[in-house]
């Protein structure tokens, strides 16, 4: 047997859409016509349980609760090719950044891999150092092997620190 899911979607689309409110965002979930092409080019579409448009459709069925409860909402790497797909205008890819603010006010907790990375960034203005490769020749390489330039990290560590802060805490 079916639930009437019609009824729960009224209900917790006007209490997305209040919330939606609340963000400086253009999304407009109930403009999507579901043709799949965020989907289509979506860069973690292997990985994602949900794809952009079912998460989508999700959102606009008020099924928010349960999309708060996946990790799908933090898999999204904000590449943009969705909003770029997208002939709705929709944002996909806002949408996700949306639910990750309705997760953290509700006291969600951002994953460990995002705060990891953040602190790599602020410790060495790098997510990830440069890493050497082995190539098809079973040789390893560096940047330098590759004719690549050194990474070189932020000249002034202690402005790029607090610049970086500042923009985290105006939500920048
Ligand atoms: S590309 Fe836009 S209209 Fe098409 S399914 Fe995705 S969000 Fe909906
Ligand atoms: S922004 Fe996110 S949802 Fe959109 S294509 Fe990129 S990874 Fe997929």
Not at 67 to 75: E, G, M, Q, T
Request: glycine content about 6%; charged content about 20%.
């Amino acid at each position: 047997m079916w639930a009437d899911v019609t009824v729960l979607s009224e209900k917790a689309s006007v209490e997305l859409v209040r919330r939606l409110n609340y963000f400086p965002s253009n999304v407009n979930v109930f403009a999507c016509l579901q043709c799949g092409k965020c989907t289509s080019g979506c860069t973690v579409m292997v990985l994602m349980e949900n794809f952009p448009h079912k998460v989508v459709d999700m959102v606009r069925l008020g099924l928010v609760p349960e999309l708060l409860k996946s990790d799908v909402i933090w898999a999204c790497t904000q590449c943009q090719k969705c909003r770029d797909a997208c002939p709705q205008k929709v944002n996909p890819s806002e949408v996700f950044i949306v639910l990750r603010n309705i997760s953290i006010i509700g006291g969600g907790s951002v994953p460990d891999t995002y705060t990891s990375m953040l602190s790599k960034v602020l410790e060495y203005g790098f997510i990830q150092d440069a890493i050497e490769i082995v190539g098809s020749d079973s040789l390893t390489y560096d940047r330098l092997k590759l004719g690549l330039s050194q990474l070189n990290g932020p000249k002034d560590m202690d402005t790029f620190q607090a610049n970086c802060m500042d923009a985290f805490q105006r939500g920048a």
